[in-house]
């Protein structure tokens, strides 16, 4: 259920681009993800940093796209959710000395540091990378290319890649009670 809700919103974004236009798609992007937040709360599910900057994100550009009948507003969006990922995590870096996925993960999986921060630079330069990618679409080719990179090409290489990222985090993990054995 939790999965479904997770990508409910975009799932009818395209519906509706496919039925109506990106005004339509994007109106029902934004009831779709403030539903999603409300259900989240209802549902006593965590609501994290990333759903509250999506949610923001595309409730300003899309209220921008739909008062100045733009869809260079709700294209851009993408990119800026990809960049405050990216500042999100590196400013958790630098300003807290720790990894921002370890401080969500570390009570299930137990990485050492530099695992910790070679992961995290990893989705820095994978988010600055879709951003970037996104921007070259948005710019450079039709509205239907980039419905399709968003919802196809954004969301399978977030998958891919948080394979990857799982395969990372297996081959790094270590047992906490064999390092607690180890220190005492």
């Known amino acids: 259920m939790l999965l479904v809700l997770e990508y409910l919103p975009i799932i009818l974004f395209f519906i509706f681009y496919l039925l109506g236009d990106i005004f339509i798609a994007t109106g029902v992007l934004m009831i779709g993800t403030v539903m999603q937040i409300i259900v989240m ?13 999506i949610m923001w994100a595309v ?12 869809e260079w507003f709700v294209k851009i969006k993408v990119t800026v959710i990809y960049v405050a990922i990216a500042l999100f995590l590196l400013i958790g870096m630098w300003w807290k000395k720790r990894s921002p996925l370890q401080s969500m993960l570390d009570s299930e999986i137990n990485l050492p540091l530099f695992a910790w921060r070679r992961l995290t630079y990893a989705w820095v330069i994978f988010s600055l990378s879709l951003a970037i990618i996104n921007v070259y679409i948005a710019e450079m080719m039709s509205l239907d290319a980039w419905v399709n990179f968003k919802v196809f090409g954004t969301l ?4 891919i890649f948080s394979v990857f990222s799982g395969a990372y985090m297996f081959k790094h993990h270590t047992d906490r009670e064999k390092d607690a054995e180890e220190i005492e």
């Open 41 to 53: 709360k209802f549902m006593r599910e965590p609501v994290t940093t990333r759903h509250w900057i």
């Open 59 to 70: 409730l300003i550009f899309g209220s921008i796209t739909l008062f100045l009948r733009d």
């Open 156 to 159: 399978g290489a977030t998958l």
